[in-house]
C-alpha cells in the first residue's frame, strides 16, 4: 500500500496560516489527492482535493476562500496553504490518493484509497 507522508501541522493563534505537505505519491496524472480532517469521535471530512495533472480542484464551503490545494509534479508533493485559520479548523489533517477522479465525489472519504498517518492542526483563540 502507498505510503503517504504529511507534515507542517503545528499550534498557531486565529488568523494565522499554516501549509501542509503531503509527498508519496503514488499514482499518476488523472488520479485525485485530497486534504481530509479530523477530530476525536468525529467522521473525517474531506476539505480539497485536486485532480492531480488537471489541477482542478474542489473544496468545502467551510474553507473555500481560506485554502489553497495545489501540486508540485517536479516533487512529487501536494500542498494545502492555510489562512486565516479559525478556532474550528483545529484537528488532525489527513492526506490520501485515490487512483479515481470525480467531481461529485471528490470530498468523499470512500473515494480515497490510500492515507497518510495525519499531522496536527491546532488554532487557538
Known amino acids: 500500500q502507498a505510503r503517504l507522508v504529511e507534515s507542517g501541522g503545528d499550534s498557531v493563534q486565529a488568523g494565522g496560516s499554516l501549509r501542509l505537505s503531503c509527498v508519496g505519491i503514488?499514482?499518476?496524472?488523472?488520479?485525485?489527492m485530497g486534504w481530509f480532517r479530523q477530530v476525536p469521535g468525529k467522521k473525517r471530512l474531506g476539505v480539497a482535493a485536486?485532480?492531480?495533472?488537471?489541477?482542478?480542484?474542489y473544496y468545502d464551503d467551510a474553507v473555500k476562500g481560506r485554502f489553497t490545494i495545489s501540486q508540485d509534479s517536479a516533487d512529487n508533493t501536494v500542498y494545502l496553504q492555510m489562512n486565516n485559520l479559525k478556532p474550528e479548523d483545529s484537528a488532525m489533517y489527513y492526506c490520501?490518493?485515490?487512483?479515481?477522479?470525480?467531481?461529485?465525489?471528490?470530498?468523499?472519504?470512500?473515494?480515497?484509497?490510500?492515507w497518510g498517518r495525519g499531522t496536527q492542526v491546532t488554532v487557538s483563540s
Open positions: 485536486i485532480v492531480y495533472g488537471e489541477r482542478t480542484t
Open positions: 490520501g490518493a485515490s487512483r479515481r477522479k470525480s467531481g461529485m465525489f471528490a470530498l468523499q472519504f470512500g473515494m480515497y484509497d490510500s
Open positions: 503514488p499514482y499518476t496524472d488523472g488520479s485525485m
